[in-house]
């Protein structure tokens, strides 16, 4: 496979490359792209040196497979010149999720959607993939009626800059900062743009994409996003009511099944999902899972994986093994 990286230089870029090199994704050709003063910066893969190329000549190489993390507003100008050279693109970037004509797919949940004729395909925001993960199984046994989810995001999600500004923060330097308020020794309830009714766009994410990739508009959720001055992933307490009732073992069970998932769960050795833990691994982590015993049909947990991995890169390049393993991309499709 021909792939080209776009956004090669990003967080979740180099991400893609630890990820596609670690699962040793078939790469015959690789590309590296990025914007204008990216170019010609070096960049290795599996030991061997890349120049970064601009995206115009990554268009012209025809690539197979075309990953982008590089912003909404890129990926609406060039994510369709890709696609027009014949190149599937696998966009990181919110811009094309809740196009109906777009697939939004988290492989574990939905990739039963994609066909060769999907030339776009959106990868989802990481709060709402590792949410997914967890909820479909589920799902599938009891029906979901709703869902009440509170978020503690990593800040990570937000690229280099709020790295760099908790880092100062923690070093007692001062630099740009990347949100509006001071992040170490704090919490921000605000994450994204806020939207006219009150909740913020990463809240908003969570309930759209969560109906969308379910694939059932019947799920109602409710989020409120959070902040908090960690680096190794976002964690989620997650309320679930279903419209069956259900065995707490069948469910930690069913759980410790799922694709994608593992229970970390043993209260009494203390053990619980972390973004510590979760940091680098592609695993969404699910633990502290109880009856809610304020309502009938309910079930409290808290989830943790690392937004970089399955909430970015790793979702995205499962989605191009999944084309790979079901021959929706490449000469094959073409022929
Ligand atoms: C965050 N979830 O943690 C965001 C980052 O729509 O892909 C990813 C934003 C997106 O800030």
């Not at 590792?130 to 009440?148: E, F, G, N, S």
């Not at 308020?181 to 994409?209: R, S």
């Not at 937004?307 to 999944?322: D, H, S």
Request: aromatic residues 6%; charged residues 25%; negative net charge.
């Amino acid at each position: 496979m021909k792939i080209a990286v776009v956004g090669a230089t990003g967080l979740v870029g180099t991400k893609m490359l630890q990820v596609l090199e670690e699962r040793n994704f078939p790469i015959t050709d690789l590309l590296l792209v990025a914007s204008e003063k990216s170019v010609g910066k070096e960049i290795t893969f599996k030991g061997k040196a890349y120049k970064v190329i601009s995206v115009e000549d990554a268009i012209k190489q025809k690539a197979d497979i075309a990953l982008f993390s590089a912003g909404g507003s890129t990926s609406l100008a060039q994510a369709p010149l890709f696609a027009a050279a014949g190149t599937t693109v696998i966009d990181n970037s919110s811009a094309w999720r809740m196009d109906p004509t777009k697939k939004l797919v988290v492989p574990e949940v939905n990739a039963d959607v994609l066909t060769p004729e999907d030339k776009i395909i959106a990868n989802p925001n990481c709060s709402t993939i590792q949410m997914v993960v967890a909820l479909k199984p589920l799902h599938d046994k009891y029906k979901i009626k709703r869902v009440v989810v509170s978020t503690y995001q990593s800040v990570t999600g937000t690229g280099v800059k709020a790295v760099d500004q908790l880092m100062n923060e923690r070093a007692g330097i001062d630099g740009p900062m990347a949100y509006p308020y001071k992040i170490d020794l704090n919490v921000l309830p605000h994450i994204d743009v806020f939207t006219e009714n009150g909740y913020t766009k990463e809240e908003m994410k969570m309930v759209k994409e969560t109906n969308k990739i379910m694939g059932d508009d019947s799920i109602r959720v409710t989020a409120t996003t959070v902040r908090i001055p960690v680096m190794g992933g976002h964690s989620e307490s997650v309320n679930i009511e279903f419209a069956n009732d259900f065995d707490l073992a069948e469910v930690k069970e069913i759980l410790s099944k799922a694709p994608g998932v593992v229970v970390t769960d043993d209260v009494a050795n203390l053990k619980y999902p972390m973004p510590l833990d979760a940091h680098d691994k592609d695993d969404v982590f699910v633990g502290r899972i109880r009856r809610d015993e304020s309502q009938s049909n309910t079930l409290n947990c808290w989830i943790v994986s690392d937004n970089l991995r399955k909430g970015a890169a790793t979702n995205a390049v499962q989605i191009a093994e999944y084309l790979v393993a079901k021959h929706l991309v490449g000469e094959s499709v073409e022929a």
